[in-house]
């Protein structure tokens, strides 16, 4: 006889909520335990402007062109906080209309002609019935080699490596969840062929391996999804095996067997909830992995590429100035680069300890 049907429906109604109230009382102590962290709230505040600035996007940039794109020869190499008069013209052409969803995913272009004035500037040839406006605009992190505003480009590149990061560990995690399940929960040959695949792709260097896949795959931003997140599951598997090795003998997962539940609702629904820790904290690191990844590739040119703004090409467009006066303008998108990933390794260290009973 089924050892399910034995078990009253009273009792199991019963185990089930002190076990969902057993969870919501573990996972209470584990926020408190995170929200005394004063670096981990700093990092996730950090993280979240980060993350509402690539999703309001050319809602809010100065430069709301497509790819920020808007250039400006005579103003090249601005130092930040410069302030420029611009007259505005009017083109007196049709312009598309689009919603304020079409202008925050991909911005619209000016309907009117912005001209600077510096010295250099002749108005005389302009027709003066054409101005619209005469204003002064800030450039607050000053203008590249090519008179683009760098605040604007800084803004959406944060949609570059965020997606990128995002995307990347939804990857790793499909492929490094479902590899290292099977390979812990079945043991035997499974076990030794997927552990022999996670050594070799973990043999090899992961930029390397990066690269390889980029050129097999071609350059642009789909592709660099898929080449940085092949290369990025490696450690989930691990972790993922390691910890269901030590779980998979318990008593409740023997208790599991024994009421005839399938194998995909043990791993599933018993296994996996109970290393969801060890997990986060692998895909926190992996998010900044994944960033730091695609920042070397398009500093390398076979990533993203130009027009679309990115923080590794725009160093890799203005590393020569870092020995000029206009250094700030490699560092700045340096600088991003270096406060996003460390805001994940913090996260990922304070969910760490929040997790951690012993610290309790």
């Not at 629904?269 to 398009?298: D, K, R, Y």
Request: glycine share 8%.
């Amino acid at each position: 006889m089924n050892l399910q049907a034995i078990v009253s429906k009273p009792l199991r109604h019963f185990i089930k909520d002190t076990a969902v109230r057993q969870s919501s009382s573990l996972s209470r102590m584990a926020w408190h335990r995170f929200c005394r962290n004063k670096l981990s709230i700093a990092s996730l505040v950090t993280i979240g402007l980060f993350i509402l600035m690539a999703l309001l996007g050319y809602l809010i940039t100065p430069d709301s062109t497509p790819y920020c794109n808007q250039q400006y020869l005579e103003l090249a190499t601005l130092k930040p906080f410069s302030r420029v008069e611009f007259v505005y013209l009017d083109d007196s052409l049709p312009q598309p209309q689009s919603g304020w969803l079409h202008k925050m995913l991909y911005g619209e272009a000016l309907p009117y002609t912005a001209i600077p004035i510096t010295q250099e500037t002749d108005l005389s040839s302009t027709d003066t019935s054409k101005i619209i406006a005469h204003k002064t605009r800030t450039f607050v992190l000053g203008t590249d080699s090519y008179g683009r505003d760098v605040l604007s480009m800084i803004m959406i590149g944060s949609r570059v490596s965020l997606s990128v990061g995002l995307i990347a560990v939804l990857i790793a995690l499909l492929i490094g969840i479902t590899l290292g399940s099977v390979a812990a929960y079945y043991g035997g040959w499974v076990d030794n062929v997927i552990t022999w695949l996670i050594n070799v792709v973990w043999s090899i260097p992961t930029v390397l391996l990066v690269i390889a896949i980029t050129f097999a795959l071609g350059k642009g931003f789909w592709q660099v999804f898929i080449a940085v997140g092949l290369t990025m599951w490696v450690d989930i598997a691990r972790v993922v095996r390691g910890q269901i090795f030590g779980l998979k003998e318990k008593e409740f997962i023997e208790a599991g067997r024994a009421l005839g539940f399938s194998t995909f609702r043990i791993i599933f629904h018993h296994l996996l909830p109970n290393i969801t820790g060890a997990v986060i904290v692998v895909t926190a690191s992996n998010f900044a992995s994944a960033i730091l990844l695609e920042a070397g590739l398009s500093f390398l040119g076979i990533g993203v590429q130009p027009p679309m703004p990115s923080w590794g090409t725009m160093v890799k467009e203005n590393y020569c100035y870092i020995l000029l006066d206009n250094a700030y303008l490699p560092l700045l998108p340096g600088l991003a680069i270096m406060l996003i990933v460390l805001a994940f390794m913090l996260l990922g260290n304070g969910i760490r300890d929040a997790l951690d009973i012993k610290k309790s």
